[in-house]
């Protein structure tokens, strides 16, 4: 399997505090992807960062790559209730026309 | 602005029978994706299409078929059904060079009984 785990794979925290969540992959990869899923519903792609970008923000998500250790981080800052969903790293490997899942992590903001 | 568009949203088949999923992809986008998520899972990659040819196969079952059209929509045949297909499938497309990522419709929810 190209992909590997995501870690934690549930998350609790106060609203207004950082959330972290890591990914971890196998294969050589052509970029790495983050996405939300709320309960039952769609997925809605976040932020794409490629095998040769390190670091990437859109507005209050960081993601950061390190294509030698193959893991990923997604930080979320100042956490709203609505944050709470399920979050999944996805990677594109080389020379193949998909996405791999990984297990996601399930976050819950606490009011 | 336009996204991806899937039908129907639901859907309720009895063992044995046979279902066709739609997926109208966004336009000028040239690759389709289909996935399988099992409740609880993480959605798994089962076929894609570039430019109506099909481009790459996951763990899609024999009983699976999949095809795009000339129009770009694509649909997925699935024939002989089992419990276990009971999940959410998910139809995406993107641009070849992804710059935005892949684009997901809201799924179908398909139920086995």
């Known amino acids: 399997s190209q992909q590997g785990e995501e870690d934690p794979q549930a998350l609790s925290i106060q609203e207004g505090e950082n959330a972290t969540m890591n990914c971890s992959y196998k294969t050589s990869i052509n970029n790495l992807q983050w996405y939300r899923q709320n309960s039952g519903r769609g997925l809605v792609h976040l932020i794409l960062?490629?095998?040769?970008?390190r670091e990437k923000h859109s507005g209050r998500l960081r993601v950061t790559l390190d294509t030698s250790k193959k893991s990923s981080s997604l930080l979320i800052t100042a956490s709203r209730a609505a944050d709470t969903a399920s979050y999944f790293c996805a990677t594109e490997g080389t020379g193949v026309d998909k996405i791999i899942f990984g297990k996601g992590t399930r976050l819950h903001i606490l009011p | 602005a336009a996204g991806v568009i899937q039908s129907p949203r639901h859907l309720i088949k009895e063992k044995r029978e046979t279902a066709t999923l739609k997926c109208y992809p966004i336009?000028?986008?040239?690759?389709v994706y289909w996935y399988q998520q099992g409740p609880g899972q993480d959605p798994q990659f089962l076929i894609s299409?570039?430019?109506?040819?099909?481009?790459d196969k996951g763990s899609i079952p024999d009983r699976f078929s999949a095809q795009q059209f000339s129009d770009y929509h694509s649909e997925l045949n699935m024939s002989s059904l089992e419990l276990g297909d009971s999940a959410l499938y998910f139809c995406?497309?993107?641009?070849?060079?992804?710059?935005?990522?892949?684009?997901f419709g809201s799924g179908t929810r398909l139920t086995v009984v």
């Open positions: 299409f570039y430019e109506k040819m099909q481009s």
């Open positions: 960062i490629r095998s040769n970008e």
């Open positions: 995406a497309s993107s641009l070849t060079d992804r710059p935005y990522g892949y684009t």
């Open positions: 336009p000028r986008h040239d690759t």
